[in-house]
């Protein structure tokens, strides 16, 4: 009863209010309807493209993924239980070391599953990052330059600054053999190849390439990593229910 | 004039200090955005710079759109 007494009025009080309903209605009607995917989405999306800046800041017309960005983001995703998945994209020519080791560091340690995807360029840097996720994709055309890492600057003539430049090496092989299947030798002679790249050391390593020396994990798309992507996210809740139990 | 050199260019042409401050960052509505200040509280939206791929279908911050900041 009380409800009917509470709709009645509901009803009756409008019509004072407001004199025509029908202006109300036209009004609605004038509105878009914008369609809303769902609120939230369970996988989200890092893009890391041009220069992965490092210490210096570079001028606004680069166009450059900041690690002061990027890492906050991964934390968010770590903590958000609504999400389930990142799926990260590279198109990057590479950049500071540090800053690129910070970033594969951060989603190789990642407790959700991770899919990368190679389009376009995945070059010196871009390699760590690109091995960090759980499976990695590369598309048919996209290529990774592998080299060996230089130095930018003031460079002191010691023989210091060879071994601090030889350490800083050791950390990029060693980040990349323990991440993805390509053997330490195998890495190394790519790095230090000779004749492929125009006055420079280093091999450009195009797609099923990347593939056949076990550096990617296979080539294909967004559709094709997507799909792992899910895959890998039913496994990581079967495992989490399992454990339950 | 041809500089062979390994030093990036703004090392040896540094870039006037005030060419940084045209690009920020800002949250709007939840939003995280790389806008370029334009005159006033307007600013126009470069970059959408949120991970969540929903943000990218919002029409009202498309790259290239003026947004009033408050």
């Known amino acids: ?245 | 004039m041809i500089l062979y050199t390994m030093m990036p260019e703004e090392l040896i042409f540094p870039l006037d200090s005030s060419t940084y401050n045209t690009q920020k960052v800002v949250t709007h509505n939840g939003i995280p955005l790389l806008v370029e200040k334009l005159e006033g509280p307007e600013c126009r939206v470069l970059r959408v710079m949120s991970s969540d791929p929903n943000h990218y279908m919002n029409d009202a911050y498309m790259p290239g759109t003026k947004i009033t900041l408050t």
Do not use: W
């Open chain 1, 1 to 245: 009863m009380d409800h009917q007494m509470q709709n009645n009025d509901g009803q009756e009080q409008p019509k004072e209010d407001r004199p025509s309903p029908l202006m109300e209605k036209i009004q609605q009607l004038g509105q878009t309807n914008v369609p809303q995917l769902s609120q939230d989405s369970k996988i989200h999306c890092l893009t890391i493209v041009g220069q992965i800046e490092g210490h210096l800041q570079l001028p606004p017309q680069n166009k450059t993924t900041k690690y002061e960005h990027l890492i906050p983001q991964i934390v968010a995703i770590e903590q958000n239980p609504k999400i389930e998945g990142l799926l990260v994209i590279l198109n990057t020519v590479g950049g500071d070391v540090e800053a690129g080791l910070a970033i594969s560091e951060m989603l190789a340690s990642l407790s959700k599953p991770t899919v990368s995807i190679v389009l376009g360029g995945g070059h010196s840097i871009g390699v760590p990052i690109a091995v960090s996720c759980d499976h990695s994709f590369i598309a048919e055309t996209a290529t990774m330059t592998i080299h060996p890492i230089r130095l930018t600057g003031l460079v002191i003539g010691v023989p210091q600054t060879f071994e601090y430049l030889d350490k800083m090496q050791d950390r990029v092989i060693n980040f990349v053999t323990k991440h993805s299947n390509i053997e330490e030798q195998q890495f190394k002679d790519l790095m230090f190849a000779k004749g492929n790249l125009t006055r420079d050391i280093g091999t450009n390593v195009v797609g099923s390439d990347a593939v056949q020396y076990g550096l990617i994990d296979s080539v294909g798309g967004v559709g094709p990593a997507l799909q792992k992507l899910n895959e890998l996210i039913d496994m990581n809740k079967d495992e989490s229910e399992g454990l339950v139990q």
